[in-house]
């Protein structure tokens, strides 16, 4: 089975940074994704990491840790827009689905 | 940039009542996923498609869901006779190389 954790919410001021963690454990690993939702909106692509280290993608970036079923995204030069939910969603070894986390709900600060 | 369509975007049925819901995945990708979000919860996966048949389903997919591919783009996802909890925003998924996992707008169910 699948277990991912992400926390429920967080808030940060407009300008600073975030870093969202995510932690799993699954009984396969062929990747994990970082996905934005807007309240209504469908799940959007941010990042995908499949080897360790970090990736770097403008004003977010996502890091992986295979060995400690660990991932963090990084939200820099926080903007009012980036108030959403995050989600972290794991792809097990079979089938390709992906299985998601409750989502971090980020709420940006003037 | 290539995109999944979901319609409707949006579908009021009364209890009992048959919905069909339909998408047309990213033409190049090989997996297509409905996944299913009750208002204020996480995101759940129903099921998987490969090769024109269903590769895995939750628990939440039992008899009265099913899925189909009738036109080699379309993607169907039938619920045979709605309940009130099945009242939710249905997403659906496709796949393509490692790295794309792309979502359609989703379609609002409201089960009355």
């Known amino acids: 089975g699948q277990n991912i954790d992400q926390p429920t919410e967080m808030t940060a001021t407009e300008g600073a940074i975030v870093q969202i963690n995510c932690t799993y454990q699954?009984?396969?690993?062929?990747?994990l994704f970082w996905y934005q939702q807007h309240a209504g909106e469908a799940p959007t692509f941010l990042s995908y990491?499949?080897?360790?280290g970090l990736e770097e993608k403008g004003r977010f970036s996502s890091f992986l840790s295979r060995s400690k079923g660990y991932s963090y995204l990084l939200l820099k030069e926080l903007q009012m827009k980036d108030s959403a939910s995050y989600l972290c969603?794991?792809?097990?070894?079979?089938?390709?689905?992906?299985?998601f986390g409750g989502g971090t709900r980020v709420l940006v600060k003037p | 940039e290539p995109e999944v369509t979901q319609t409707p975007s949006h579908q009021v049925t009364q209890m009992g009542q048959e919905v069909i819901l339909r998408c047309v995945p990213i033409?190049?990708?090989?997996?297509f996923y409905w996944y299913r979000q009750i208002l204020g919860q996480k995101v759940e996966f129903l099921v998987s498609?490969?090769?024109?048949?269903?590769?895995?389903k939750s628990e939440i997919f039992d008899d009265q869901f099913s899925v189909e591919r009738p036109d080699g783009s379309n993607f169907t996802l039938k619920i045979r006779s709605t309940k009130l909890e099945d009242s939710a925003m249905y997403f659906c998924?496709?796949?393509?190389?490692?790295?794309?996992?792309?979502f359609g707008q989703g379609t609002r169910l409201t089960v009355v």
């Open positions: 969603a794991v792809r097990g070894a079979a089938g390709n689905k992906l299985t």
């Open positions: 033409s190049n990708h090989l997996y």
């Open positions: 498609f490969y090769n024109n048949e269903i590769s895995e």
């Open positions: 990491n499949v080897l360790d």
């Open positions: 699954t009984s396969g690993f062929n990747g």
């Open positions: 998924a496709s796949i393509g190389g490692s790295t794309e996992a792309f």
